[in-house]
């Protein structure tokens, strides 16, 4: 992960700092354009032959970066602007991935010979007069067929078109605008704006509710950061503990410590069985590779972290790749309830969690942008992208950032407090939206000063009567019931493991050493209070039985 972060701070800085030169230079650039120039040294000559920037950047997004030639290192790369071509060049080491539209390292990347990304056909999907038949829609190639074929994950279109045009916007069955009057609590919430309170309760009336998560393995390295800000002591103003939500990922997590978390109230959800490193395979994620993901982890944990109630309904997307429509059909057909892995870009005014029954109320954000485009019975708990700057009043705008880890320009405690007020003001002064800080545990603990202004400021929020450290699952329960803050002491949803006493299921976990062929050379151990599998488990054998014989 360091070296991701590492990477993509080079990009930004790339993107941001490196000079943006307008190569509104001579014409003599024919090789620039991947042409071998076989013109002798009559400079003028290759004027007549090189294409001008309208014929360069003719249908080309502005946002798209492309090579002017495949010789060189493949660091430099240009885009089409108003003012002309811009030019970037990747950090000495890197190179650009036409693909992916970001710098990589020199070894990942395999298309430096090739200019720019291929281009697919798009369907003719909006036209003045009708060409095909009620009901069917055109191909590229003027094929007509059913509209129901479009966006299917299987090509009908004879030149495959019918696949290419599948965002939140363009699906031709994507799912329908807000309606209000179709959508009602408890099971749908919607709004046009994705801004709209639940109940339409007044907001000095709204719980502000703030969600703390954290990605990854529970083991060792972490637990013992999580036993210090959920210490039992710290409460909401309805006399019960603080609350945190877990996305835990299956590899070197401890199952005695996870039993004990859920044993204290604290909600376990889902990150991954294998947590691959290769982006496109969540991104492009069949619905069976989902299915294993996720219900495989879901099924690891309930075995061995023995947690019976059916409480796992929740999920998040390694690195955010949200997988599509694929990744919500395997949530409805196997009972999660909610996703976390969505983002909003940053707003004035920040925008409550929906579900997906409806169209998603704002622009399809972050990694890859492989949002669900069909509706869906699912709550999708937006993350809210947090605003970094250190003075509000006076800094220029900045990007916002979904991760606190990835907010990069936090490096010291006092930095990091004032992103935590800053932010909660934002939400509180307006219509009280969740407010996640979400993390990765690693991030907290590298700097010691970190950890004490988180705590600083739960204890802060304590003194507050109208503010609660809850679960993604809670927030949920009060949307449904949506619930002034006048009448919360009594909110029966809520007081479930309001106050936790007793002692861990078990002080001596079993520490069991185990291997798997699908992980051929290690040997891995699997603390859990149940008896240990014949196998660890992975994702072709999630019980840890053994594979069966064919």
């Known amino acids: 992960m360091r070296a991701k972060l590492d990477l993509l701070l080079c990009l930004l800085f790339v993107l941001g700092v490196a000079s943006a030169t307008t190569l509104e230079r001579s014409k003599r650039q024919s090789n620039s354009i991947g042409k071998q120039s076989q013109q ?5 000559a290759t004027d007549t032959d090189d294409p001008s920037i309208d014929e360069l950047c003719a249908n080309r997004p502005p946002d798209e970066y492309f090579r002017l030639t495949t010789e060189g290192d493949c660091r430099d790369v240009v885009r089409c602007t108003k003012a002309g071509i811009k030019q970037i060049s990747c950090p000495s080491g890197l190179a650009f991935d036409i693909e992916k539209q970001t710098c990589d390292w020199k070894g990942k990347v395999n298309n430096c010979n090739r200019l720019d990304k291929p281009r697919k056909v798009m369907p003719i999907l909006k036209t003045d007069e009708p060409v095909c038949p009620e009901g069917k829609l055109s191909c590229g ?9 479009f966006c299917n994950d299987k090509p009908d279109c004879k030149d495959e078109s019918d696949e290419n045009a599948c965002t939140v916007e363009l699906d031709p069955n994507r799912a329908p605008d807000c309606d209000p009057t179709q959508c009602t609590l408890p099971d749908c919430f919607c709004s046009a704006d994705g801004t709209r309170i639940p109940g339409n309760i007044e907001p000095n009336q709204v719980p502000q509710m703030i ?3 954290f990605n990854g393995a529970i083991n060792v390295d ?13 409460q909401n103003p309805n006399g019960c503990q603080i609350r945190g939500t877990f996305f835990m990922s299956h590899k070197y997590s401890n199952y005695a410590s996870v039993q004990d978390l859920h044993r204290r109230g604290h909600e376990i959800a889902v990150f991954s069985l294998t947590h691959k490193d290769d982006p496109k395979y969540w991104t492009g994620g069949s619905y069976d590779d989902w299915l294993a993901e996720m219900a495989g982890a879901r099924l690891i944990i309930e075995r061995f972290a023995n947690i019976s109630d059916g409480s796992i309904i929740g999920m998040r997307a390694p690195y955010l790749r949200v997988g599509g429509n694929k990744q919500f ?9 909610y996703d976390a892995s969505i983002t909003a870009p940053l707003n004035r005014v920040p925008i409550w969690p929906y579900t997906l029954y409806f169209r998603m109320p704002h622009k399809c954000n972050g990694n890859a942008q492989n949002c669900p485009s069909r509706s869906h019975p699912v709550w999708e708990m937006v993350m809210n992208e947090l605003d970094r700057r250190d003075d509000p009043t006076f800094d220029e705008s900045l990007p916002g950032c979904h991760m606190v880890d990835s907010c990069s320009n936090i490096q010291t405690g006092e930095q990091f407090g004032r992103l935590l007020r800053h932010n909660f003001n934002r939400h509180f002064t307006t219509n009280r939206a969740p407010l996640g800080l979400h993390f990765h545990a690693s991030w907290l603990k590298s700097k010691k000063e970190f950890k004490d202004e988180l705590i600083k400021f739960i204890e802060e929020m304590n003194e507050k009567n109208d503010v609660y450290f809850v679960t993604m699952l809670q927030v949920i329960q009060w949307m449904q019931n949506p619930t002034e803050v006048s009448s919360l002491r009594d909110f029966q949803e809520w007081k479930e493991k309001c106050d936790v006493k007793g002692q861990p299921y078990c002080s001596l976990p079993n520490p069991c ?22 196998n660890y488990p992975w994702i072709l054998d999630p019980t840890g039985d053994g594979f069966s014989a064919k």
Not at 141 to 149: D, T, V
Not at 222 to 233: K, S, V
Not at 329 to 335: L, T, V
């Open 40 to 44: 002798s040294n009559d400079e003028d």
């Open 211 to 213: 969600t703390i998560t």
């Open 513 to 534: 050493p185990l291997t798997t062929r699908e992980l051929p050379g290690e040997t891995i151990r699997l603390f859990t209070c149940m008896e240990c599998p014949n």
């Open 141 to 149: 190639n003027g094929e007509c067929i059913e509209k129901e074929l």
């Open 222 to 234: 972490n637990i013992d950061l999580y036993d210090e800000i959920f210490n039992g002591q710290r």
């Open 329 to 337: 059909e395997m949530m409805a057909d196997q009972f999660f309830v």
